[in-house]
């Protein structure tokens, strides 16, 4: 056979250097083990590298093979978090042209939510790590998750109390001390963190502060009083999307308080608006 020309290690029409190439949504089961107990996913693995403006390209299929090795190699690993920064190790060590290494890992998680004494119903979550690696030696490394929950419009709600005083004088003594109708939406809400060198962060303790801030998670399964409950329990403590974020933010701040003062984390909170054709979001990223 003829030898086989490198086409990636040619110069480029362009020499423009590029951030971030690599392979994006490989699905791979994984196993992580985590305080004793073990938990089955199906992950998903982007893997980037950047090239430097004389390279034509990347060899791409060494990010397949980095991912596949990891994992053959340690068929357990300690956190999604910390999965991500050995891809992200790896792949600096086998693109010997680069100077960064990005990886992120996503998968969806399960638990089990009492419903009542007897019953319980399977909600789902989204956990993700990240990790980057540059060839100075500095690194980076986060976990995250998504809890899909619900909020209530305060504005809508105290138009809708004055609108209905103004029309039922006679009802504006009990307006006044039960919450009434508005608009209710699911939010998304994600919450990231920077996990520093000798830290750890639990994806659950995260999962925790946002149950704790808004009604989440919607559960599949609602009896009849169930259902009740949930909508006054929205509707006796309104939110904008600006509040969720600031009431998680003071919240993670206050669980990682011993954390370095630099510690990057971010909030997103996105309404699904019933009565408007877009979504309502807002974003708090800051450090401690």
């Known amino acids: 056979m003829n030898p086989i020309r490198d086409v990636q290690k040619e110069k480029p029409d362009h020499h423009i250097a590029v951030s971030k190439v690599g392979i994006k949504g490989l699905e791979l089961p994984i196993d992580i083990e985590r305080n004793g107990s073990r938990n089955h996913l199906i992950a998903r693995f982007d893997l980037f590298v950047d090239i430097p403006s004389e390279r034509k390209g990347a060899d791409i299929s060494r990010t397949v093979e980095i991912i596949e090795e990891t994992i053959r190699e340690k068929p357990v690993s300690d956190g999604i978090e910390n999965l991500s920064m050995q891809l992200a190790r790896k792949a600096l060590d086998r693109f010997e042209y680069s100077n960064v290494a990005r990886s ?15 019953r319980t119903t399977t909600v789902k979550y989204n956990i993700f790590g990240n990790a980057v690696a540059r060839r100075d030696g500095t690194e980076e490394k986060f976990v995250g998750v ?19 005083a103004e029309r039922i004088p006679e009802s504006s003594s009990v307006l006044n001390k039960i919450p009434v109708i508005t608009h209710n939406q699911r939010n998304r809400i994600t919450l990231k963190i920077e996990v520093p060198e000798g ?9 925790d502060i946002i149950n704790s801030t808004v009604e989440s998670p919607l559960l599949p399964m609602l009896k009849r009083m169930g259902e009740g409950e949930l909508v006054v329990r ?15 933010a003071i919240k993670v701040r206050e669980k990682y308080k011993d954390f370095p003062k ?6 997103i909170s996105e309404s699904e608006e019933s009565i408007h054709p877009h979504n309502a979001y807002a974003e708090i990223t800051s450090e401690f």
């Open 262 to 267: 630099n510690t990057r984390y971010s909030v």
């Open 146 to 164: 998504k809890v899909l929950g619900m909020n209530a419009c305060p504005c809508a709600m105290e138009t809708a109390r004055a609108i209905l």
């Open 234 to 248: 929205v509707h006796s403590r309104p939110m904008f999307v600006e509040d969720i974020v600031r009431e998680v």
């Open 199 to 207: 830290k750890s962060v639990e994806a659950i303790d995260l999962i």
């Open 104 to 118: 992120f890992i996503d998968a969806d998680f399960f638990m089990k939510i009492p419903q009542g004494k007897e």
